[in-house]
């Protein structure tokens, strides 16, 4: 940032700590060590040695994971009931 674009900083949003995103996705901490880990969660950012996410990148990793019910391997076979639950045939 120069003094020629006062304000820049202010027009980006603010990264997202573990504690941000655990508590927007309603995982523990530890689950998002695990994915980073793994290599399996949302892309982040390492800055110096704390750990940050863009809002953006979360929401795109969210966006890769929808899926409809019918289309999820766990949901094939289920049938709704009339009460809108699932049920597996047979229970």
Excluded at 9 to 27: I, K, N
Excluded at 31 to 52: A, F, Q
């Amino acid at each position: 940032m120069t003094a020629a674009d006062p304000g820049t900083e202010t027009d980006r949003p603010r990264l997202m700590t573990v504690e941000d995103l655990a508590g927007y996705l309603g995982v523990p901490k530890a689950t998002l060590y695990r994915w980073n880990s793994r290599g399996t969660g949302p892309k982040r950012l390492v800055v110096g040695r704390h750990v940050r996410y863009r809002s953006v990148d979360v929401e795109r990793w969210l966006d890769d994971r929808s899926v409809r019910a019918s289309d999820h391997p766990d949901r094939r076979g289920e049938l709704d009931r009339a009460d809108g639950g699932l049920h597996r045939p047979g229970e």
